[in-house]
C-alpha cells in the first residue's frame, strides 16, 4: 500500500485522507478517514488488511434499492460498525429526478447532491466526531461521487486548499476504467444507463470539482456557511478539526 492509495483485492478506490495541509498549516492524521468504492467487493484478504489497519466504522451512502440489491458482503463479519446513511431514496434519484430537468453537468449533479445529501452528510460528519468511531471508511458504489462530495466537504471544513481538494476528487480518474469495466462484466446493461447521464459524470475530472466549488461559494459562502445550513453547529466543526488536524 502506498501512503495514499490502498491497494485491496477487491474495491479499487480505497484512499487515505491523511497528510493534506489544512486549517493554521496543520495536517489531517493520517490513517483515521479513507474513503472508497462499494466495501461489498472486500475479499477475505482485504478484510483481514482492513482489520489489521484498525478500521471501526464504514459509513455507506448508497441509496436503500442499491444497498437491498447488493449488500454488504464481507463487510457484515468484521467488528466494523455499519453506518448506513443514504444521500437519497434511490440510487438514481439526484442524478434523473422526478418532476424536474435532469441535470446536463457533472458540476450539476453535485450542486443537487450537496443539498439533497445534507442530513446523511450531516449525520456522517457526527459519526466521524464521535468518540471511539475512527478510523472510519465512507463509501458509495465507485468511491466518486456522493463519496467524492462528502470528501469535499470534510476537507473543506479541516480548511484543505481548493486545490488540493480538486486534486484528491481527481485520483479516482486513474482508476475509473477499471471501475467502468468490472460494471460491464458484472452488468452489461448498464452502459444503456450512461448514455444518459451527463458525459462529464463518468469520469473524474478535475473542471467538474472545480465548477462545484464555485458553486458552493455562490451558493453559501464558505464550508462552514454550509455545515451550518446542514445543522452542524459551529461547534462541531471545531472538534472535526481537534480530532483529524495535527500539527507536521
Not at 483481514?48 to 441509496?63: E, N, P, Y
Not at 434523473?96 to 439533497?116: C, F, I, K, N, W
Not at 449525520?123 to 458504489?141: E, G, H, Q
Amino acid at each position: 500500500m502506498n501512503r495514499r492509495r490502498v491497494t485491496l483485492e477487491g474495491p479499487l478506490n480505497f484512499r487515505d485522507l491523511g497528510g493534506y495541509v489544512g486549517l493554521y498549516g496543520e495536517t489531517i492524521r493520517w490513517q483515521q478517514i479513507y474513503r472508497s468504492d462499494s466495501l461489498h467487493r472486500l475479499t477475505s484478504a482485504d478484510a483481514s488488511q482492513l482489520a489489521q489497519m484498525g478500521v471501526k466504522t464504514a459509513i455507506d451512502f448508497r441509496a436503500g434499492d442499491e444497498l437491498d440489491r447488493i449488500g454488504i458482503g464481507p463487510l457484515g463479519e468484521l467488528e466494523i460498525d455499519h453506518v448506513h446513511l443514504p444521500t437519497v431514496d434511490r440510487a438514481m434519484d439526484t442524478v434523473r429526478p422526478e418532476g424536474d430537468e435532469p441535470p446536463s453537468t457533472a458540476a450539476e449533479v453535485y450542486r443537487r447532491m450537496l443539498q439533497h445529501g445534507a442530513r446523511a452528510y450531516a449525520a456522517a460528519l457526527r459519526t466521524l466526531i464521535a468518540p471511539d468511531t475512527s478510523p472510519a471508511v465512507y463509501f458509495c458504489m465507485a468511491g466518486k461521487d456522493r463519496t467524492g462530495i462528502f470528501s469535499a466537504v470534510v476537507l473543506g471544513l479541516l480548511g484543505v486548499s481548493d486545490s488540493d481538494i480538486v486534486a484528491d476528487y481527481a485520483l479516482t480518474q486513474e482508476v475509473v476504467e477499471a471501475i467502468h469495466d468490472r460494471r460491464r462484466t458484472e452488468s452489461p446493461s448498464v452502459e444503456d444507463l450512461w448514455g444518459k447521464l451527463p458525459e462529464d459524470l463518468l469520469g473524474a475530472h478535475a473542471s467538474a470539482m472545480v465548477t462545484t466549488l464555485e458553486n458552493l461559494y455562490l451558493d453559501y459562502g464558505s464550508w462552514v456557511s454550509y455545515a451550518t445550513n446542514i445543522g452542524i453547529e459551529e461547534s462541531e466543526v471545531t472538534a472535526l478539526r481537534a480530532k483529524f488536524l495535527e500539527l507536521s
